[in-house]
């Protein structure tokens, strides 16, 4: 994963809402936009969100890079609210990226800003507490290597 050439931390951390029936999905988001087309404005976690969303439907690829995707849908309403990206393309791999691999739709999500522990100012994702190592990060870590070589 490349973020030595680009920077995050000062990032607002989001909790994350399914728009259709309000569902809590994720406490560690963050605002993003789509490494191959940057005009499409996402929401994104560096960690599978835990019993609020399911993958769905079959594997596909996106026409502008390679990374192959599955989608994910909120558990409490059954509705899609943005996808994995199950294997990342090396494009992606080698460009500015923070890591997540969780995307969410902007039209399916809402977010607000987390405040930090003092409840007054917002959390920012450098201020965020170290977190294990997921399977996927570790996949993410091989493929990386693939693609230098």
Known sequence: MSTSSCSFQDRCVSILSCKFCKQV???RGMKAVLLADTDIDLFSTDIPPTNTVDLIGRCYYTEICKCKLKDIACLKCGNIVGYHVIVPCCSCLLSCNNGHF????SQA???INRLDSTGVN???WGNL???EESADEDMLDISAEECIR
Request: glycine residues 6%; without cysteine.
């Open 122 to 124: 917002f959390l920012l």
């Open 102 to 105: 969780w995307m969410f739709h």
């Open 129 to 131: 507490p170290e977190i």
């Open 25 to 27: 999905l994720s406490s």
């Open 109 to 111: 999500v809402y977010g």
